[in-house]
């Protein structure tokens, strides 16, 4: 999260090879918690180079199986250890070869834009 300077009112926002860096433990870590995990990538400001201070970390997660239905999947990654605010998207493969063959919007981001960090 970001942090306050002691002799400064300033907040200073975490940069991109802090959250990025972050990310790439977390995945790690992660994938021993969930073996089932396949790949972690990032898409959204950090990806394209735009972040900034108020920035989220837009996360997607393909898992090879998963018993929970796909909004509450989020639930089951904690995300505390990341330095910036996240939204994290869980698919299983089947879903996530679904959402890359769509041919929308969302499914041009996916395809160009995710920087995967693990798989």
């Known amino acids: 999260m970001p942090v306050r300077s002691l002799r400064s009112s300033v907040l200073k926002w975490p940069n991109k090879a802090t959250v990025t860096g972050a990310l790439r433990r977390w995945a790690a870590a992660m994938s021993r918690e969930h073996p089932e995990l396949l790949r972690v990538g990032y898409y959204g400001s950090y990806a394209r180079g735009d972040w900034g201070v108020g920035s989220d970390l837009d996360i997607v997660v393909v898992v090879s199986r998963a018993a929970l239905p796909y909004l509450e999947r989020p639930l089951e990654w904690d995300r505390s250890g990341l330095p910036v605010p996240t939204d994290i998207r869980v698919y299983t493969a089947p879903e996530w070869t ?8 969302f499914s041009h981001v996916m395809q160009t834009e995710v920087v995967w960090v693990l798989g």
Do not use: H, I, N
Not at 98 to 105: C, F, L, P, S
């Open 98 to 105: 679904e959402v890359v063959a769509r041919g929308d919007r």
